[in-house]
């Protein structure tokens, strides 16, 4: 089993910036994935982007790349998105998962075995 506990989210204005962590326990993450999703109100969860816990191998969605960066902390544990020129559009319950591969995975929810709670992003026009 593996547990993740998301934190960071809050309100921003158009143009502002956030970083999100995720911070993982149970087991070693050598052999995971680490994925960050996005769920606006009345959309499906959608991929934002993805890490490799071994090689740090990342994969972006085409709405975020050269926005937001994905990055691990083998010591701590934990993987982070930082969100920078974020657009009202960007605005979302931001989930991380887990996936048990060590292969950057498919974008879709099924890839991942392990999810957190989720942590609100807001951002006003």
């Known amino acids: 089993q593996v547990q993740l506990v998301e934190s960071g989210g809050g309100s921003v204005q158009a143009g502002g910036s956030l970083r999100l962590s995720c911070a993982a326990s149970?087991?070693?993450?050598?052999?995971?994935?680490m994925g960050w999703f996005r769920q606006a109100p009345g959309k499906e969860r959608e991929f934002v982007a993805v890490i490799t816990w071994y090689g740090g191998i990342t994969n972006y969605a085409d709405a975020v790349k050269g926005r937001f960066t994905i990055s691990r902390d083998t010591a701590k544990n934990t993987v982070y998105l930082q969100m920078n020129s974020l657009k009202p559009e960007d605005t979302a319950v931001y989930y991380c998962?887990?996936?048990?591969?060590?292969?950057?995975?498919?974008?879709?929810?099924?890839?991942?075995?392990?999810w957190g709670q989720g942590t609100q992003v807001t951002v006003s026009s």
């Open positions: 998962a887990a996936a048990r591969t060590f292969r950057v995975p498919r974008t879709g929810t099924d890839a991942y075995d392990y």
């Open positions: 149970g087991r070693t993450l050598n052999s995971y994935a």
